[in-house]
C-alpha cells in the first residue's frame, strides 16, 4: 500500500511563493511517473504538472515558467516549488503517479493566493 502525504501549503500574497513537498510511502519510487495535480473550489482536479522517472518535466502552459517540479528518490519526496503565484492558482494541491492507474489520493495541501 502507497500512502501519499503532502505538505507545504498555506496563505500567501500575489506574487508570493511556496514550495510543496509530497512523501511517498512505499517501494520503487524511483520507478513512477509522479506528477502534482490540484482542484480549485466547483472544478475538476487538473494535472500541474509531472516529471518522468527519468527526470523530464512537462508543466500546463498556465504554469510554466512560474513552477518547478523535482524529485528526491533518496527521500521519496516529489517537489513543487511555486513562484509569483496568483489567484487563479488557489487550489488544493495533491501528488500522484502520472499514469492511468494511481494510488490512493492523500489529503492534498491547500494553497490560498490572496491580498
Known amino acids: 500500500q502507497v500512502y501519499l502525504v503532502e505538505s507545504g501549503g498555506g496563505l500567501v500574497q500575489p506574487g508570493g511563493s511556496l514550495r510543496l513537498s509530497c512523501v511517498f510511502s512505499g517501494n520503487r519510487f524511483s520507478v513512477f511517473d509522479m506528477a502534482w495535480y490540484r482542484q480549485a473550489p466547483g472544478k475538476q482536479r487538473e494535472l500541474v504538472a509531472n516529471?518522468?522517472?527519468?527526470?523530464?518535466?512537462y508543466y500546463i502552459d498556465s504554469v510554466q515558467g512560474r513552477f518547478t517540479i523535482s524529485r528526491d528518490n533518496a527521500k521519496n519526496t516529489v517537489y513543487l516549488q511555486m513562484n509569483s503565484l496568483k489567484p487563479d492558482d488557489t487550489a488544493v494541491y495533491y501528488c500522484?503517479?502520472?499514469?492511468?492507474?494511481?494510488?490512493?489520493w492523500g489529503r492534498g495541501t491547500q494553497v490560498t493566493v490572496s491580498s
Open positions: 516529471i518522468f522517472s527519468g527526470g523530464s518535466t
Open positions: 500522484n503517479r502520472y499514469a492511468t492507474i494511481q494510488f490512493s
